[in-house]
Nanobody, 122 residues
Framework: QVQLVESGGGLVQPGGSLRLSCAAS????????MGWFRQAPGREREGVAVITPMGAGKNYADSVKGRFTISRDNANNTVYLQMNNLRPEDTAVYYCAAGRTFTVVPASYAYWGQGTQVTVSS
C-alpha cells in the first residue's frame, strides 16, 4: 500500500524555523520526483518545492526561495522541507507528493500525504 506521511508541522513565531518530514512506504522513492505543496484556507493548492529523484535538481516557488530547502534521503525513503525565516503568509497545510515529472503543478503528482498544519503567528 502506497503511503506518504508528513510530520513536523506546528505553531511557530514569525522568523522561526520548522523542518517537515515526509516518510514513504509501499514504494521506493528513488524513481520519483518529490514535491512539497501547501494550501491555505480559501486558496488553491500551490507548489512550494520539487526535487529530482537523485536530489541533483531542485526548484522553488519564488515566495520561498532563499528561505526553504528541500532535500531527500532515499536510503530512508524520506523527504524533508527545511523552512527558515517563516512568515505569517506561510501558514497553510503542507503536503508532500510523489510524481513522475519535474514540476510544481499539483495535477502531475500521483501520490499524496494527508498534510501537516503549519501556523506562523505571534
Amino acid at each position: 500500500q502506497v503511503q506518504l506521511v508528513e510530520s513536523g508541522g506546528g505553531l511557530v513565531q514569525p522568523g522561526g524555523s520548522l523542518r517537515l518530514s515526509c516518510a514513504a512506504s509501499g514504494f521506493t522513492l528513488d524513481y520519483y520526483y518529490m514535491g512539497w505543496f501547501r494550501q491555505a484556507p480559501g486558496r488553491e493548492r500551490e507548489g512550494v518545492a520539487v526535487i529530482t529523484p537523485m536530489g541533483a535538481g531542485k526548484n522553488y516557488a519564488d515566495s520561498v526561495k532563499g528561505r526553504f530547502t528541500i532535500s531527500r534521503d532515499n536510503a530512508n525513503n524520506t523527504v524533508y522541507l527545511q523552512m527558515n525565516n517563516l512568515r505569517p503568509e506561510d501558514t497553510a497545510v503542507y503536503y508532500c507528493a510523489a510524481g513522475r515529472t519535474f514540476t510544481v503543478v499539483p495535477a502531475s503528482y500521483a501520490y499524496w500525504g494527508q498534510g501537516t498544519q503549519v501556523t506562523v503567528s505571534s
